[in-house]
């Protein structure tokens, strides 16, 4: 059977075209079929790609930056290795957010951080998909703030059992670039015959694009969003056939064409829930409890606070070894700051407390890597003990390269009692 993967050499020379032309550029075939997979699901690797590369097929991956090398997803390497064979990564929000639904900060933050993520790790990022197909026009003008050259939606094509009064293709170039459409999700009840009518009833209706939406590729997984590697395969046979006819398979990146645009930070760098004021109890939201070695210690919510209510305060008993600190979570970027290679930040916390003059007190900062691994980097200067609220203030080296979020707190090395307040981090390089 021909083969319906585009050349290495024109898919490279596709990159050099800054206009939305790719596939007019290449003789507009009637048909295009875009195979897209979302959520970066494991089995996507396992089972997808070897199918996909066995028919000489390019597919397009929607991936959440947040869960990469994270257990039943895909990790860095074997994005890598996708990405090497000719397969597209593209975004999917950092944690499957539904855009829609989301303050217009929390919108950009999703969307332009997770497309930054993906770029740090090396991916030509071009084309976004919305979780759950949930789309708005706020949406469609984040997706495009935020660099993307594409995004896809769920629906909006004829399918069984809906939207029967729709189009049968999507346009080339979509007329709506940032809420191109397909037909309805393939699920375990899809069968071979209606994946092959999506593809005939726009060759039927005078051609056009076609993007179809997987999700798992497995056998008796136990999720409604699969589709079995059977059934796959027997599809890529059929559709390969159709290649004498005029019907070609192309990545979304491919048939939406354009240059890949620098990275765009969704919104300034900053600390949440800075003053610890919530929750009321327990440990406050968007920080974690730190430390290591041999210690004894109590952490408590304190009344004693700079501003607010609330302070956080961690009372060492005893040490053989290590420390104690209260840190900005080290999260995927829910709740940890962005950061942005070369850009030095300002990083503030307020203390007070007392320790014997041989503890070293200190801020202790912290990196993400684009592969998702926090990483200790710096401390700053001692502190002495003090019983009035004082401001270590520290101002970082330039962020470096391939790091993509910071975390910091006071650490106590030592017997003692530490209270800390209202944190800040301000990008000096904005």
């Known amino acids: 059977m021909p083969s319906l993967r585009r050349p290495a050499a024109a898919a490279a020379a596709l990159l050099l075209v800054p206009a939305l032309t790719a596939v007019p550029a290449h003789g507009a ?16 690797y396992d089972v997808a790609r070897p199918i996909l590369d066995a028919h000489g097929m390019d597919g397009t991956f929607y991936v959440n930056s947040s869960r990469v090398d994270v257990p039943g997803y895909m990790s860095l390497a074997q994005m890598r290795t996708l990405a090497s064979g000719g397969h597209e990564i593209g975004g999917h929000t950092l944690t499957h957010a539904n855009v829609p639904s989301l303050p217009e900060a929390e919108k950009r933050r999703q969307v332009c951080d997770d497309r930054a993520a993906l770029l740090g790790m090396g991916f030509e990022v071009r084309s976004f998909a919305y979780p759950f197909g949930a ?106 056939g159709r290649a004498p006819g005029g019907t070609v398979v192309r990545t979304v990146g491919e048939v939406v064409g354009g240059a890949v645009r620098p990275p765009v930070t969704g919104s300034p760098a900053q600390v949440r829930n800075p003053s610890l004021e919530a929750p009321p109890s327990g440990v406050p939201a968007c920080f974690q409890e730190g430390g290591w070695g041999e210690n004894t210690f109590v952490w408590t919510r304190s009344q004693d606070a700079r501003t607010g209510q609330y302070a956080y305060q961690v009372e060492v008993t005893s040490r053989i070894s290590g420390d104690r600190k209260l840190v900005t979570r080290q999260d995927a970027g829910t709740c940890a700051p962005t950061a942005i290679p070369g850009h030095r930040y300002e990083l503030g916390v307020w203390f007070k407390g007392s320790w014997p003059g041989t503890v070293r007190a200190k801020m202790s900062i912290y990196y993400r890597t684009a592969s998702g691994v926090w990483t200790f980097w710096t401390n700053g200067p001692a502190l002495a003990e003090t019983g009035t609220w004082q401001r270590s203030l520290v101002t970082t080296p330039p962020i470096p390269d391939g790091a993509t979020h910071l975390s910091f707190g006071v650490a106590l090395p030592g017997t003692g009692t530490l209270t800390v307040d209202d944190f800040s981090l301000t990008d000096l390089d904005a």
């Open 135 to 240: 789309v708005d026009q706020d949406s469609m003008n984040v997706a495009e703030h935020c660099g993307y050259n594409s995004a896809r939606t769920v629906g909006g094509l004829v399918s069984p059992g809906g939207c029967a009064g729709c189009d049968r293709a999507e346009t080339v170039p979509p007329a709506a670039p940032y809420a191109v459409r397909t037909p309805a999700s393939v699920r375990t009840g899809t069968t071979l015959d209606q994946l092959k009518g999506y593809v005939t009833q726009a060759e039927q209706s005078g051609g056009g694009w076609v993007p179809l939406v997987f999700h798992h590729v497995c056998d008796g997984c136990g999720d409604v969003y699969a589709v079995t590697p059977a059934t796959l395969d027997a599809f890529l046979d059929w559709l390969q």
């Open 29 to 44: 075939p009637g048909t295009v079929v875009s195979l897209t997979f979302d959520d970066g699901h494991r089995d996507q």
